[in-house]
Nanobody
């Protein structure tokens, strides 16, 4: 079955950096769109960044210039490099894969930005 496993979350001070990873199994990784979404307490899940199979990227305005999404098809992994983190970036971050008409989600990883 399809599995997306996130890692790399944690507690970081404002201005710090984290790199999230999401490794896929049970699915053709090299095609389809990979994305990162986040959900803060009391808020709806929102798009953070996406990357297509040919490397085209899209970012939420709130993270442009601070976050970078990338993918390694050989490792079946998508990354989210997060720099200049702010307290408002605190959320559970989810990995998402869209392929053909199917959508898959990871279990999420907590990112907390606090001093």
């Amino acid at each position: 079955q399809v599995q997306l496993v996130e890692s790399g979350g944690g507690l970081v001070q404002p201005g710090g950096s984290l790199r999230l990873s999401c490794t896929a199994s049970g699915v053709i990784f090299s095609i389809g769109v990979m994305g990162w979404y986040r959900q803060a307490p009391g808020k709806e899940r929102e798009l953070v960044a996406t990357i297509t199979s040919d490397g085209a990227t899209n970012y939420a305005d709130s993270v442009k210039g601070r976050f970078t999404i990338s993918r390694d098809n050989a490792k079946k992994t998508v990354y989210l490099q997060m720099n200049s983190l702010k307290p408002e970036d605190t959320a559970v971050y989810y990995c998402r894969k869209g392929i053909f008409s199917s959508i898959y989600w990871g279990q999420g990883t907590q990112v907390t930005v606090s001093s």
